[in-house]
Every structure is written in C-alpha cells, then in structure tokens.
C-alpha cells in the first residue's frame, strides 16, 4: 500500500475540493467521500490509506460515529485520523483526542499548517511482511485452490491493496487484477475484499 494515500471525509463540497487540491500538490494520492457512510463502504471494499481527514459535523453519521465505526474495520484499527471542523470549542477538541484521534484541526485552516500536521501523522512504517500478517496454515490451504499469481494477489489484497496498487506492483493491468480479485473470491466462496484478509490475517 503507498503510505502517502489519505481518505478524506467531508459533506461541504468545496471543503472537499479545495483540499483535494492542496494534498494533490503536495504529493499525496487522495479518495473523497462525501459522507461517514460512504466512507465506511469504501473501507469495507478494502481501500485502504495512511491518514484518514474526517470532518466531524455531517448528517446522517457524524465523524464521531464515523470513527468509531472505521475502528470496527479490520486493517483500519491503527490508521491515523485527523478530526477537522469548524467547531473550535476545546469540549469538542478533548472529546475527539480522547476517542484516540491523531490531531484536531480547526476550519479554515491555513495550507501550511495543514500539510505540516498531515505530513507528521500520516502512518509511513513500512508494510508488515508475510511472515508477521499471514496465517500460514491458511495460506497453506488456499494454495490448493488458486494459482501461484492468485495467491500473490490475495495477499496484496489482504494487505490492503488496491486493483489499481496490485496492478502497479504486478505489472498486470487493472482490468485483469480485477477480474483475477473477482475469481480468488468466487473459488474460496467469499463475499468481498475484507473476507480475504480476515481469512488470511492473523
């Protein structure tokens, strides 16, 4: 998984693209959701970021809700998430660093600081290896029904790749990871991406 990717969750629009512009700039591969709720299917569909920027005032699921639900997400219980708002009462700021929140950035934000206090939280340790993630036993047993390439790409999958990433450290293309992704999962009965790494994580 590249590190420098970030998830950012906001309902303001121009919220959104103002600051998908700014992380662009700075280097950074960036997927917008304009609701927790989007968010949380796109983390189910195994995306996964090194830094989550999650507004806290939304309809339907606030970005406390949010949190608690990405938490429940297997792979994203350690990623760091940065709580940005335009509430700068200090309950607010308390309330979302006792939750566990990497930082608390009050809106508007000036771009300098903002990329400062990104650049310092974004989780950049290295990937775990195969030996530390994998359940060897069960990798084992998937090996007895997929091809050498298909185990290669479950595991990128289990450590939170996506097709486009697979596709890029594979030198396939997209659309034949894809289809690859489609077939690992219909030959161990699974039903989507996390499926495979919880069967495969230890």
Known sequence: MNRKTILYVDDDINMLNTGEDILINAGYEVSLAKSGVQAIKLLNKGNRYGLILLDVDMPEMD????FEEIRKISGCEDV??????GMDAPD??????KMGAADYITKPFIKDVF??????????????????MFDEQKLKEIEKVLSPAEVAVAKLVAEGCSNQEIADRTNYSYGYIKKMVSGILDKLYLKNRSEIRHMLKK
């Open 63 to 66: 970005g406390y809700e949010t």
């Open 80 to 85: 760091p998430i940065i709580f940005l708002t």
């Open 92 to 97: 607010f700021e308390i309330k979302g660093l």
């Open 115 to 132: 990329l400062v206090r990104i650049a310092s939280r974004i989780n950049t340790a290295p990937a775990a290896t195969a030996e530390t």
